[in-house]
């Protein structure tokens, strides 16, 4: 570098000190803002779905019941059924994906016979399937979070369905500020980042659904009612 440039270069930088001085830095904003033009031509893609008209390649959704409303055998056969390609209940076609069950509720003792059941039933053999049991998974826990986004890549999973809900958070279900970090801070992100669906097996309160307390069947689910809020889907078993 010639003394000339070198002169040049110290010039340049005073000159950028000196306006830093008169004309801080101004904060930096992230959220994102759309003008109406930008909005109408935002392309937005039709629904997708893993079980034609129930769930969908990437959401959240609730499957809610009363204690002995067979949730989770339900949610068995939809782990079965998106896993080997077959329609659930005969009815809903399914596009083929590897399904995580997250079980913190029954037990393997529970769980396999329930799964060699169904998959007999409907004469499959093999299949995408994995499964934990009581591993203490919390998704408002960033720890146990990492370590099923670990399990989730591993497997290139695209259904993750847990059972039950509440024992997969450490938060209060009838606290509306903990639901939205469980929700914004567990459930979703794992939904965007990875673009995939999350069952969340959750029960209702006492009496059920039809009960005379609510007016809403999204207000029989049990906690705060900010949980139904969140959810893209909600099925209810009676």
């Known amino acids: 570098r010639t003394y000339e440039q070198a002169l040049e ?29 930008q909005l ?11 079980v034609q008209n129930l769930i969908p390649e990437k959401g959240i ?26 329609s659930v ?3 809903y076609k399914t596009k083929p994906a590897s399904v995580l069950y997250v079980d913190e509720e029954n037990g393997f003792h529970l769980i396999k016979p329930r799964v060699v059941s169904i998959m007999k039933g409907l004469n499959q053999v093999q299949a995408p399937l994995y499964f934990t049991s009581y591993q203490t998974i ?4 960033k720890d146990k979070l990492k370590e099923l986004q670990h399990i ?9 369905i847990i059972d039950s809900m509440r024992r997969v958070m450490k938060g209060d279900e009838n606290d509306a500020d903990e639901i939205n970090t469980f929700f914004m801070e567990g459930v979703r ?12 097996i959750h029960h209702m309160r006492k009496g059920g659904i039809g009960s005379k307390e609510s007016e809403d069947e999204m207000d029989e689910l049990r906690g705060s009612s900010d949980i139904a809020n969140f959810a893209d889907i909600i099925l209810l078993s009676p």
């Open 152 to 160: 989730i890549t591993e497997n290139s999973v695209k259904l993750v």
């Open 9 to 37: 270069f110290v010039k340049e930088k005073t000159v950028e000190k000196e306006m830093e001085i008169l004309a801080p830095n101004q904060p930096t904003f992230k959220v994102e803002v759309l003008n109406y033009e």
């Open 61 to 86: 959704i609730i499957l809610g019941g009363k204690r002995g409303s067979y949730k989770t055998y339900t949610s068995l056969h939809f782990a079965v059924c998106v896993a080997t390609g077959t």
């Open 138 to 141: 919390k998704l408002d826990k």
């Open 40 to 50: 109408s031509a935002l392309e937005i893609k039709p629904i997708e779905w893993l």
């Open 89 to 91: 209940f005969g009815i």
């Open 189 to 200: 992100p794992i939904v965007d980042e990875n673009g995939i669906s999350v069952i969340l």
